[in-house]
């Protein structure tokens, strides 16, 4: 078992290939226990898998998962995951944006107790309209709401224990909120400045359309985090206002009627209260029908809804 997974996907990165392999391999020998190097092709129509296959011919630590179409960056980087043997599980782009030389400063930080680094790209080399100002106003957001503070979430250049991403299931483009997802498991997180180099070779995958998902996405993840075991808590709170709001509305109708001889059919607040008490009564169903799948969530993963660190 080797003590490095470096994980890598690939889109139509076929001119970045041989050089990040040469210099990934430069950093890799020097660590001791083993490494493997595993690249996954995420449905490239340019000649990435050919210089995959030679790379993987000449050296043994290479392995190569291919897809058949593409999935997008998270399932290359969940496939990783999975056929991942190491102790440690690296990850970094195929597009020789991140610097395969900080690898051993993540791990030193990591021998320091955390159970997930994070690169910070803290000098990016990318362009400030369509990727820094939007990332750096996206970073802010994701960790006042998650509460797990980074500067760099989208930095893939980061390194987990193998513990830190058990059990996390990766579903449409919630790599980029790993370390939020990994808190879930109880781990100490760190984040390093690391190096970032301009794009050279192929285009970037990724532009300003991407800014409603990640809007989206952040509240499936603060959800997830805050209520997955206990939707009925989020639901069926703004059911009960929902519902209380209906009960002084009706009142004021009934009020209305009594002492002022308003006509009750002909008072917009009438309509108010039957909405609110629908919306209400539907919002608290919501809630037990998310109890029932939260159930069916964790049992039929036989997940449990803790995660435990030590026992003694
Ligand atoms: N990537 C991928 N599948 C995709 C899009 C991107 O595997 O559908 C890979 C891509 O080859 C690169 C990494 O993910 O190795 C990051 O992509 P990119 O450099 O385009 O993102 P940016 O650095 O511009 O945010
Ligand atoms: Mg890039």
Request: charged residues 20%.
């Amino acid at each position: 078992m080797p003590a490095i997974s470096c994980i890598v996907p690939v889109y139509n990165e076929e001119k970045n290939l041989e050089i990040l392999y040469a210099e990934l391999k430069e950093v890799l020998k020097t660590l001791t226990g083993g490494h493997e190097i595993i690249f996954v092709n995420d449905g490239s129509t340019d000649t990435s898998q050919e210089v995959l296959k030679s790379i993987s011919a000449k050296d043994r630590d290479v392995k190569v998962i291919r897809f058949g179409r593409n999935y997008g960056q998270t399932a290359a980087l969940a496939a990783g995951f999975s056929k991942a043997e190491g102790e440690v599980l690296v990850t970094m782009d195929g597009d020789l944006q991140n610097d395969p030389r900080d690898i051993p400063n993540l791990l030193k930080k990591m021998k320091e107790g955390y159970d997930l680094v994070s690169g910070w790209r803290k000098k990016r080399k990318d362009p400030l309209f369509t990727k820094n100002i939007p990332s750096h106003i996206a970073n802010g957001l994701i960790s006042f709401i998650t509460g797990v503070r980074l500067h760099d979430y989208g930095c893939t250049l980061k390194a987990y224990k193998r513990e830190a991403v058990k059990n996390i299931n990766l579903y449409g483009e919630m790599h980029r909120f790993l370390p939020a997802l990994a808190s879930w498991n109880g781990i100490t997180i760190a984040e390093i400045p690391v190096n970032h180099r301009a794009r050279i070779h192929g285009k970037t995958k990724y532009g300003l359309s991407r800014t409603s998902k990640v809007i989206l996405d952040l509240v499936t993840v603060k959800f997830l985090l805050s209520f997955s075991t206990k939707p009925i808590q989020l639901f069926g709170l703004w059911g009960f206002i929902s519902l209380i709001f209906s009960f002084i509305s009706g009142i004021s109708v009934i009020a209305m009627k009594l002492f002022k001889g308003e006509d009750m059919t002909g008072n917009p607040f009438l309509y108010l209260t039957i909405l609110l008490l629908v919306v209400g009564i539907q919002f608290i169903m919501m809630g037990l029908l998310g109890e029932m799948m939260s159930r069916i969530y964790h049992e039929s993963r036989k997940n449990p809804t803790y995660i435990i660190k030590e026992q003694i």
